[in-house]
Each structure stands twice: as structure tokens, then as C-alpha cells.
């Protein structure tokens, strides 16, 4: 039973991969414009950032539940480490200027 199992799955993972590629093969590429790029970097940055500091926040045993939920309208960690995110570009081009 658990062979018909496995067979039955091998057989749909064929299938499936048969299809996508079959269905890749007749997709135009998506064209991507600067802001779009500029915005899924912006998340990424900010998403690096923030998976940082909850790893910083957990080695160092730091309490999470030193703000309240109730006040805050999204979790400030996530909003410093979005503006951390906006604010990088800015900090970066004013240090290399100093630098020179």
C-alpha cells in the first residue's frame, strides 16, 4: 500500500514539473520597472534587518514584552528596522563623502 503510495506521488511531482514547465515555456517575461526593484530591495533589506535583531534580541535574552501590543499599531521592531532599511542609502552615501 505505502509503494502504490509512493508511486502515486512520483508520478504527480512528473506531472506537476511537466506542466510548469510547459506553461514557462508560453509565459512572456514579466518586465520590471525601477520602483518595483527599488521596493522588493527596500523589503528585503528591512526583512534582513529585522530577522538581525529578533536573532540579537533572543541571544542576548532580551524580554520581547517590554512594550505593549495593545498601543503600538504594528511590532516597533519591525517598523526600526523598516526605517533602519529607508534610512541606510542616506547614511551610506554621507559616509563615503566623509571619507574622501
Avoid at 528591512?46 to 501590543?69: N, Q, T, V
Amino acid at each position: 500500500m505505502q509503494a502504490l503510495g509512493v508511486m502515486f506521488l512520483v508520478f504527480g511531482v512528473i506531472i506537476s514539473v511537466r506542466e510548469r514547465k510547459y506553461r514557462l515555456m508560453w509565459r512572456s517575461q514579466a518586465t520590471s520597472n525601477q520602483l518595483a526593484t527599488a521596493l522588493s530591495q527596500l523589503v528585503g533589506t528591512a526583512g534582513g534587518i529585522y530577522l538581525s535583531l529578533e536573532l540579537l534580541f533572543s541571544f542576548l535574552k532580551i524580554p520581547e514584552d517590554w512594550w505593549s501590543g495593545s498601543i503600538f499599531l504594528i511590532e516597533p521592531l519591525a517598523l526600526i528596522s523598516l526605517l533602519i532599511a529607508i534610512l541606510q542609502p542616506f547614511v551610506l552615501s554621507t559616509w563615503t563623502r566623509l571619507r574622501k
